[in-house]
């Protein structure tokens, strides 16, 4: 069985700056850092000839929805942009509850980050509703903070201001497809919507009025963090397909891949595979933030890299 989301990478253009930026905007804090090895490269489809660097970073020791921050010798280019936005694929955004959305908007901006507007409400269903809030760090990471103006006990209680990664949202065209993929994985759909409202367009940042179908799929029905959502713009057919595939490695910048834990790698990675994810590599190797781990990273289904560790 593999774990729920345990840490996404993410392709940063300075290390000090990110991490400085996580610490006061959020309030996480640097568990481990160092070199990158050049025995990770053909796992991350990068150069060995780079050099890099990285940081974990995480608001807590639970060890749940951390962060792995990395940052290389060579400039890199940003996934996302105004030519991708409605028609790409991959890794979009990262989501955090938090005490108090305004607050927590306000300190990214402090920190170096940006903010088109101020948190908004919106009703996720009967029992819940948000503040939400979607801001970029100083690299244009997306990220969508929230605070629960009710129904925050469903998802118990919130020891830290800023909570570890909550969700990892993958943009994708075919919502269907990348829905089974992860229900095959251990994965249940906590809420499936279209979303069409008229402050859609402010909480999105879009340059148009927009409707989106949303799915939110939470492990096993009971482990809050390191949910996976999809979603994908309505009405945009007409646009070709722009996946971020072979953008989405080092040394450019934005969310490069999520991780999680297996008791049974070979299993797990014959599973993906029929499943029709492609393996990438393996290796038995020191893994950041993880330790000595059995390693196999494979695409998914909208081209997003999956790293898979079972500890050796």
């Known amino acids: 069985m593999l774990s729920e989301v345990k840490a996404v990478t993410l392709g940063v253009s300075d290390l000090q700056r990110a991490c400085a930026f996580y610490e006061n905007a959020l309030g996480y804090r640097v568990q481990a850092r160092g070199a990158l090895s050049a025995e990770l490269a053909p796992l991350w489809r990068f150069d060995p000839a780079l050099q890099g660097e990285y940081g974990v ?6 060890g749940l929805g951390r ?3 990395v940052a290389f010798d ?3 280019q940003r996934l996302w942009n105004a030519d991708n936005l409605y028609n790409g694929s991959g890794y979009y ?40 809030s979607i801001n970029d760090d100083p690299d244009g990471i997306r990220l969508d903070v929230f ?17 570890v990664v909550q969700t990892i949202a993958l943009a994708t065209r075919d919502v269907a497809r990348s829905v089974a993929f992860y229900k095959a ?15 859609l367009q402010t909480l999105l940042g879009t340059d148009r009025p927009v409707r989106i179908h949303n ?12 949910r996976v959502e999809m979603f994908a713009y309505l009405d945009m057919e007409h646009l070709p397909d722009a996946p971020l595939r072979d953008l989405a490695v080092p040394p450019n910048i934005g969310i490069l891949s999520a991780t999680m834990l297996s008791d049974a790698l070979d299993a797990d990675v014959a599973q993906l595979q029929q499943l029709g994810a492609q393996l990438i590599a393996r290796a038995e190797l020191d893994v950041p933030g993880f330790g000595h781990c059995h390693i196999a990273t494979l695409l998914g289904p909208d081209g997003e890299q999956l790293e898979l560790l079972q500890p050796a």
């Open 57 to 62: 970073i995480a608001p807590d020791d639970s």
């Open 93 to 132: 955004a990262l989501n955090f509850r938090c005490r108090d959305a305004l607050a927590t908007m306000q300190a990214i901006k402090a920190a170096g980050g940006s903010s088109a507007h101020e948190p908004s409400y919106w009703e996720v269903s009967e029992e819940v509703a948000v503040r939400d």
């Open 215 to 226: 799915v939110n799929l939470i492990k096993d029905g009971h482990i809050v963090p390191g």
């Open 74 to 76: 060579a400039p890199g």
């Open 185 to 199: 994985l251990g994965f249940e759909v906590l809420f499936d919507r279209v979303l069409d409202f008229p402050e």
């Open 147 to 163: 605070s629960y103006e009710r129904g925050g006990d469903l998802r118990g209680p919130l020891n830290t201001d800023v909570s």
């Open 67 to 69: 962060i792995r921050l």
